[in-house]
Nanobody, 128 residues
Framework: QVQLVESGGGLVQAGGSLRLSCAAS????????MGWFRQAPGKEREFVAT????????AYADSVKGRFTISRDNAKNTVYLQMNSLKPEDTAVYYC?????????????????????WGQGTQVTVSS
């Protein structure tokens, strides 16, 4: 139904920047929102940012607010995560995800269990 492919990860020094991309294919016309999550080894998957396709509303985790920016290009079916002022604590595998139907207020979509489809992830490593 929906396929998501992340790209843009890599190795960067602290204070540097990376731009992640998530290309969507399939039944993307039915998507309500897309989000970015990250997971470090041995830790739970955690929320990073999310964006609504319709209205463009965004939300961020407190840990990345002011440093990361989520955006979308509807014509390309692509969502981006611009990451600036990177810290070693940002090191993780970053995943994009989409939710097809809205059952809750947008503020609830910081929860991984509410998303329907996931990409394979892209590694981000920030050195000290």
């Amino acid at each position: 139904q929906v396929q998501l492919v992340e790209s843009g990860g890599g190795l960067v020094q602290a204070g540097g920047s990376l731009r992640l991309s998530c290309a969507a294919s399939g039944r993307t016309f039915s998507s309500y929102a897309m989000g970015w999550f990250r997971q470090a080894p041995g830790k739970e998957r955690e929320f990073v940012a999310t964006i609504r396709w319709g209205g463009g509303s965004t939300a961020y985790a407190d840990s990345v607010k002011g440093r990361f920016t989520i955006s979308r290009d509807n014509a390309k079916n692509t969502v981006y995560l611009q990451m600036n002022s990177l810290k070693p604590e940002d090191t993780a595998v970053y995943y994009c995800a989409t939710v097809l139907s809205a059952y809750y207020s947008f503020s609830y979509y910081d929860r991984p269990r509410l998303y329907d489809y996931w990409g394979q992830g892209t590694q981000v490593t920030v050195s000290s």
